[in-house]
């Protein structure tokens, strides 16, 4: 009977360690510290939302689209209720590959202001740096979550802009959709903390 004990016993423990082992894999350890990381997403993201916001101002901004010229950017949620079902890992992986497209549409249009010496070329190369940034900073939280990385397919971009509207206008359509997704990432790296173990 006591032999049966032990063996109960240790099948008990071995079980509640497989338990904590899960849990460690899925929530890092350190949780203050992941919400503080948490913090800095968010902050960057904001900053990010403001530099876009301020880039807008411009008054040559100031007119409507006439057209969509970008067939890859990101399709972006505005919906409350959507960001009660979102999932850790899946979510991480998916602004991960969504900031990584807009990068490349960025540094693409970046190379096309300044070939038509564009004024928001300062602004713009500042943008990148900081979008730069704040995907370093995921790419921390994607390791310690265990998060897989989504391929990032090559962007779809306009031909070759031969005039300065056109660079006006594919300016304006990118800086739209990525004030759009700045509000809404901002947004979910806070639901996504509200997630993690106290």
Not at 96 to 114: C, G, M, P, Q, V
């Amino acid at each position: 009977m006591k032999l049966l004990g032990d063996s109960s016993s240790s099948l008990l423990l071995s079980l509640l360690l497989a338990q904590l082992h899960l849990l460690a894999s899925a929530f890092p350890s350190h949780p203050r510290r992941i919400q503080t990381d948490f913090d800095k997403l968010t902050n960057q993201t904001r900053h990010l939302l403001k530099l876009t916001q301020d880039l807008l101002k411009d008054p040559v901004f100031g007119t409507e689209i006439d057209h969509h010229r970008f067939k890859s950017l990101p399709a972006i949620s505005s919906r409350v209720s959507d960001l009660s079902s979102l999932e850790f890992k899946p979510t991480l992986s998916q602004l991960y590959a969504d900031l990584k497209s807009f990068e490349h549409h960025f540094e693409w249009l970046n190379r096309i202001t300044r070939k038509h010496q564009h004024s928001s070329v300062p602004k713009l190369t500042d943008m990148i740096s900081h979008i730069k940034s704040l995907i370093h900073s995921l790419q921390r939280q994607m390791t310690r979550a265990e998060a897989p990385r989504i391929p990032v397919p090559s962007p779809s971009l306009p031909p070759n802009l031969a005039f300065h509207w056109e660079v006006v206008q594919s300016s304006q359509e990118l800086l739209q959709q990525f004030r759009l997704f700045c509000d809404w990432a901002s947004r979910v790296f806070l639901t996504l903390k509200s997630k993690l173990p106290a």
